[in-house]
């Protein structure tokens, strides 16, 4: 879609001026933590942060991997799984309910598709001190299923998924397939979910991200820093770097390293993000 | 039909299970834990304990906490500046760039969105270094000009955090909006062109009323996002003297729960931030539909 109206001059570069502005300060912080992470721990304090001042990125990458038995690298392990894992789970359960309750008419059917929506505005910290007293009954405090388990889980994603097959699946497809002789499962799992795909990504990506910068759920879960996520490790450092004035070195070149890949993740993901909330969440 | 009875059973069977077990059980618990009390009985309390059940007892001891509703009083003024900013911003934001010509808009897009890739406590700390005295170039900038700011102080921690939510969610808000505004029709502004409606015009009069549920859409998250307020002060807290202990709603739970060992209030606790953040988001929805068509 294109406007039409091609604006003045004067107001092109009023408007541009302005996303500039706007790119100015959401770069910013960006811009310091890159030139922060190369610098030393004493130039971090004596040089000005907007400028680089002997910069020794190597080094200080190489200190952070490096750091409490290479610490970093199980975080990132632990973030991965719990993400990924989390992730793929949730998306399969989610899209799976969502076409569910899209093409299959059964009692009750709209009284459970409300509870699932309600459950997309209980605000996530008010389960987790709950869920613990529960983990704790069952002794999975201090487990990766402590943290794995309530992840598996989003209403959104069936809320998505609902609206999504009921606009992307035909329901003469799912007829002639059925004539075929298919069964219900497989006719899921390899017309459905393809046709899903696009809902499926962005319900992926949502909770990705989700697990992947959650703090409260695992910073109530866990006490082993061998079962932390990489939030969780870096605050561990960040919060006693006042008596050790080396981690507010790690404690930034850890924030680079971890920000980074889901920056670019992000940017170049774009377009799926869009597409599964044009098709979803803003139509319904 | 056993098969199709079998196939809702498989499809839908493990979201719901899913759903009772760490989402319906949990508040379920909750409000069990926030009515009942732990009685220790025998010499010292040592002896054996029992649960008794004590009514609204909790939700009394929260509310004539002054530390707890003066914590509720401020994340209710925080969400009355900050959805309103935030909402502006990302529609300001989404408009302008649905304004602009092509060339670049995919940059600015990017660069907007991409601080909802930072994990929260990860904004959190970059921005407590630039708010750090000795740390921040901000304050250096500041100090050249002979402006002497602190963004530490008890007056000013507050928007101080504002501006990190704001910074990491303004542009999801904004993506959100985006992807409402490419599914207007284009043939709508060209006919509103032919009639002579200005630029202004086509805002206020098209895009905005067809944008309307994207918008309300992200104020409903921002409302409940913003009553959550944790990671943020949380992690803000060591560098100032002004964030206590009980700062935000959710802070006071958890300082309950995991330093004075009081589940019970805590559970209170949590249920009464549920319900303010039901409130609020009802009450909004209520409003839009009564002003809406």
Same mark, same amino acid.
């Given at each position: ?5 091609? =604006?003045? #001059? ?18 910013? =912080? ?59 789970? $949730? ?26 929506? /309600? ?6 910290? #008010? ?18 299923? #402590? ?17 999504? $097959?009921? /606009? ?30 696009? #809902? ?74 869009? /597409? ?9 | ?45 040592? !002896? ?6 004590? !009514? ?32 502006? %911003? ?7 760039? +649905? ?28 921005? !407590? ?20 700011? +602190?963004?530490? !102080? ?30 207007? +029709? ?21 895009? %905005? ?85």
């Amino acid at each position: 879609m294109k406007n039409p109206r091609t =604006p003045s #001059a004067a107001s092109r570069v009023l408007l541009t001026a302005g996303l500039a502005v706007a790119a100015v300060y959401f770069l910013f =912080p960006v811009y310091w933590l890159v030139i922060a992470a190369t610098k030393s721990t004493g130039d971090l304090f004596g040089s000005s942060g907007l400028s680089l001042s002997n910069p020794q990125l190597l080094t200080n990458i190489r200190n952070v991997f490096e750091y409490n038995g290479s610490i970093f690298f199980r975080w990132v392990g632990n973030s991965l799984l719990y993400s990924g894992v989390g992730a793929l789970v $949730a998306t399969v359960v989610s899209i799976a309910a969502g076409y569910c309750l899209a093409k299959f008419t059964f009692r009750g059917r709209d009284a459970l598709f409300n509870i699932f929506l /309600a459950g997309v505005m209980i605000p996530g910290t #008010a389960l987790a001190l709950p869920l613990f007293l529960l983990m704790s009954e069952i002794g999975l405090v201090n487990t990766y299923w #402590a943290v794995l388990l309530p992840s598996v889980i989003s209403p959104f994603g069936a809320y998505l998924g609902r609206i999504y $097959a009921s /606009a992307a699946v035909p329901d003469s497809l799912l007829e002639a397939a059925r004539l075929d002789g298919a069964g219900e499962f497989r006719i899921f799992f390899t017309i459905v979910l393809r046709l899903m795909t696009p #809902a499926a990504v962005t319900v992926f990506l949502f909770q990705f991200i989700g697990i992947w910068n959650n703090y409260f759920l695992p910073l109530v879960m866990l006490s082993d820093p061998d079962r932390y996520p990489l939030t969780l490790g870096l605050v561990s450092w960040q919060s006693v770097s006042d008596r050790h004035p080396e981690l507010y070195q790690m404690t930034i070149g850890g924030a680079l390293l971890s920000s980074v890949p889901l920056m670019i993740a992000i940017v170049s993901l774009q377009r799926f993000w869009r /597409a599964g909330l044009t098709e979803g969440s803003v139509k319904g | 039909m056993r098969g199709r009875r079998l196939a809702i059973l498989g499809l839908l069977g493990p979201f719901t299970a899913l759903f009772a077990a760490t989402i319906a059980l949990p508040i379920g618990f909750a409000l069990y834990e926030s009515v009942t009390a732990i009685e220790r009985s025998g010499p010292l309390g040592r !002896g054996t304990t029992s649960t008794v059940f004590v !009514g609204l007892e909790h939700y009394a001891t929260a509310l004539s906490d002054p530390a707890f509703t003066a914590s509720l009083w401020r994340v209710v003024l925080f969400a009355l500046v900050q959805v309103p900013v935030m909402i502006v %911003l990302a529609t300001t934001l989404a408009l302008m760039l +649905d304004a602009a010509s092509a060339r670049g808009v995919k940059f600015f897009r990017s660069v907007y969105f991409l601080p909802y890739g930072i994990p929260g406590v990860i904004a959190s700390l970059l921005w !407590g270094f630039l708010y750090t005295p000795g740390l921040s170039p901000v304050l250096d900038v500041a100090s050249w000009f002979g402006l002497n700011i +602190d963004f530490l !102080g008890a007056s000013s921690i507050l928007w101080s955090i504002a501006n990190i939510v704001t910074w990491q969610f303004a542009g999801y808000n904004m993506l959100v909006i985006v992807a409402q505004l490419k599914s207007i +029709d284009g043939d709508l502004f060209e006919a509103a062109e032919i009639d002579g409606a200005s630029a202004w015009q086509i805002i206020t009069r098209i895009k %905005l009323p067809l944008i309307r549920p994207a918008i309300v859409l992200t104020t409903v998250f921002t409302i409940i996002g913003t009553i959550q307020l944790f990671g943020e002060p949380l992690i803000l807290r060591p560098l100032t003297g002004s964030i206590t202990s009980t700062y935000t709603p959710n802070l006071a739970a958890y300082n309950e729960a995991f330093a004075n060992n009081n589940y019970n209030l805590a559970a209170a606790e949590s249920v009464l931030l549920a319900l303010v953040a039901c409130v609020f988001s009802f009450a909004f929805l209520k409003l839009v539909n009564r002003s809406g068509k």
